[in-house]
């Protein structure tokens, strides 16, 4: 069944972030941010290692040796510009408090922060990675959910660790996790056999510098607006197959 492997993925993102916030008001302040901090290092370890992509011989041979970083440059300025003009991270962030506002009226303004920042943190780190994207397209071609499986294992303990931290803002995470990664599936469906490796590693590796500007936020080192960023996971496959066919 195509599909499943988003189905299972949300449902361990709510169970993990369910599990976490009942644990998470018994942990001392300075312990939730060692928490936080852990799954920023984390996420730059990723982060770091997804954009091995760069080195993809499909890849190379597509755009040249020196041309990866070039596409996936050109991907993060072009996506940077269009998506700060769409005001995408503003967006995310007031979906986030529209969300908040539904499920826990009457809180005070700090409580409504923490769960914008969970809900914006954690769709970013669940939707930007590698599984994410490679195990919904294999789901759409019908290759199986395995990647998905492990994916949902994976996130199932972030998210417990994040809620932890941030609150009831991680479960609603599922929305956009779910939105994502359904839609990744059905172009997977219809579209899988335009998508071929090289422009797959383009998108990984664009995918991979998003996750270190999450791991960034994360420590709270920069507020790296990544939701601005996200029209570069499009960009980076066109300009892929602009640079091959030139080449070509």
């Not at 799954?39 to 992509?53: P, Q, R, S, Y």
């Not at 993060?76 to 007031?94: F, Q």
Request: with cysteine; glycine share 16%; proline share 2%.
């Amino acid at each position: 069944m195509r599909g499943l492997g988003t189905i299972l993925n949300v449902v361990a993102i709510l169970v993990g972030a369910g599990l976490g916030v009942l644990i998470g008001h018994r942990l001392p302040e300075r312990t939730r941010r060692t928490v936080t901090d852990a799954l920023g290092l984390v996420t730059l370890v990723i982060g770091g290692l997804t954009i091995v992509a760069l080195t993809d011989e499909d890849y190379v041979a597509a755009v040249g040796s020196g041309g990866t970083l070039l596409v996936v440059l050109g991907a993060l300025l072009i996506g940077g510009i269009a998506g700060s003009l769409l005001r995408i991270e503003d967006r995310l962030e007031a979906f986030g408090g529209w969300l908040q506002s539904r499920f826990s009226r009457g809180e005070p303004s700090a409580s409504r922060a923490r769960f914008i920042e969970g809900f914006v943190d954690a769709s970013l780190v669940f939707c930007i990675g590698p599984l994410a994207i490679l195990g919904s397209l294999s789901d759409g071609l019908g290759q199986g959910i395995d990647q998905l499986a492990l994916k949902s294992t994976l996130d199932g303990f972030a998210s417990l660790a994040f809620a932890a931290s941030l609150g009831w803002g991680v479960a609603a995470s599922a929305i956009a996790v779910g939105i994502w990664q359904g839609t990744l599936t059905l172009l997977g469906a219809l579209l899988g056999e335009f998508m071929s490796a090289a422009l797959i590693a383009s998108l990984t590796a664009t995918g991979g510098v998003l996750l270190l500007g999450v791991g960034l936020r994360l420590l709270h080192l920069r507020q790296v607006p990544v939701g601005d960023l996200l029209p570069a996971l499009l960009v980076a496959p066109l300009l892929t197959a602009l640079v091959a066919a030139v080449r070509g």
